[in-house]
């Protein structure tokens, strides 16, 4: 079964520009989720979603969005970049999410904003 | 929010040395996993482990939910294990599929 990928792996934008990556889990998972890595402030969740819909959010301004398509692959989007959203950003996938799953990991999408 | 600390920061270790790596956390889990973060950034999961013992090759993992911590150890470590390790867990509050990770420990296994 093919893991989590993730599109583009790298990408280099400019401040004020807007950005979406894109992100397909495991086939059957419905869960994806979105998280930020970066030296400073290591791995933060942005979002979750399921269904469709957003499930729980992170602490992030709200220059983040995302979305889910109904096959499950999701996209996350960031308007008006800045610095400090330059970050390497991973996406998870679970069957649904619920306590006792496991979480799978992608690549990861590395983003420069200069 | 919970609080999650791993320890040692840093790890040198000579290959074939064994080492323990820590994950304290601060309240009641329901889910807690180890990862790999490999030189290119991608994740790997190590185990689930939200309790008990677990062990795959060269890598065992215990957690003692009641004392809120978890144990990852690496024996007879090899030049590939180099990397960060991360611990993440899902606290009993908080609503859908929210991990929340550890600082990691960076190993360097060095021949």
Redo the contacts between chains.
Sequence with gaps: KAGVTQTPRYLIKTRGQQVTLSCSPISGHRSVSWYQQTPGQGLQFLFEYFSETQRNKGNFPGRFSGRQFSNSRSEMNVSTLELGDSALYLCASSLTGTVQETQYFGPGTRLLVL | GIQVEQSPPDLILQEGANSTLRCNFSDSV??L?W?HQNP??????LF?I?SGTKQNGRLSATTVATERYSLLYISSSQTTDSGVY?C?V?DLT????????G??TQLKVEL
Excluded: H, S, V
Excluded at chain 2, 40 to 45: D, P, R, T, V, Y
Excluded at chain 2, 94 to 101: I, P
């Design positions: 329901n889910n996993q990862f290119w950034g991608q994740l790997i999961n689930y939200p991360f993440a899902r908080g609503g859908g599929n929210k991990l929340t990770f600082t990691g």
